[in-house]
């Protein structure tokens, strides 16, 4: 496998294994997300344990208002880096995300 066919998995696996852990097996809800939050990489933990900021999260993330993450939306926040750290100089300060 390809290093981005490595990544790609990886992101399908990450999302599936928080999302068939309540409810629907398609999408994230609110509780799915902080727990992922709390057990992915530590920078994500930082915006998890502050409620208000993570509900602002949730609604940046939330492109559809459902109030869950389905997978297009998560895929947006790992592509981000926003919550990680990782974004690149030209990145930071832009537009939300949907």
Known sequence: MSHLEIAMATLIQTFDKYASSEGKRNTLNKAEVKTMMEKEPPGLLKAAKNPDDMDKMLKGLDCNG??????KEFVLLTNSGEHTGAQRPEQQHKKPLC
């Open 66 to 71: 459902d109030a869950e993450v389905d997978f």
